[in-house]
């Protein structure tokens, strides 16, 4: 079976930081732009941070620059999101997503383009 299975989000307090991870199962990311992405209640899905196959080309969107970090590992099969100063605003499900045939700002901005792959997403809550 083909997924991908987002662990690491949780509650932090506003400044705080939170590492979440994608592992992938059944298929190898080594061929897959991957991205993460977000989606608050009553908001549009945004996405967050891409990273192209081998890493060399990432994408952040500006309201994360600087504070988060996206990195893959794909001996592990693993993605990764470093997340820092944490805001209220970050509050929201978390979901990693895979897809071929993209560039990291592409499969950050148009994911629907690339027949992406879906996590079942992770719960980020930053609150005091």
């Known amino acids: 079976q083909l997924q991908l299975v987002e662990s690491g989000g949780g509650l932090v307090q506003p400044g705080g930081s939170l590492r979440l991870s994608c592992a992938a199962s059944?298929?190898?990311?080594?061929?897959?732009?991957m991205g993460w992405y977000r989606q608050a209640p009553g908001k549009e899905r945004e996405g967050v941070s891409c990273?192209?196959?081998?890493?060399?080309?990432?994408y952040y969107a500006d309201s994360v620059q600087d504070r988060f970090t996206i990195s893959r590992d794909n001996a592990k099969n693993t993605l990764y999101l470093e997340m820092n100063n944490l805001k209220s605003e970050d509050t929201a499900i978390y979901y990693c997503?895979?897809?071929?045939?993209?560039?990291?700002?592409?499969?950050?901005?148009?994911?629907?383009?690339?027949?992406?792959?879906w996590g079942q997403g992770a719960q980020v809550t930053v609150s005091s």
């Open positions: 059944g298929f190898t990311l080594d061929t897959y732009v």
């Open positions: 990273i192209s196959i081998r890493g060399l080309n990432t």
């Open positions: 997503a895979a897809g071929r045939g993209a560039t990291a700002h592409s499969l950050c901005v148009r994911p629907q383009d690339f027949d992406a792959r």
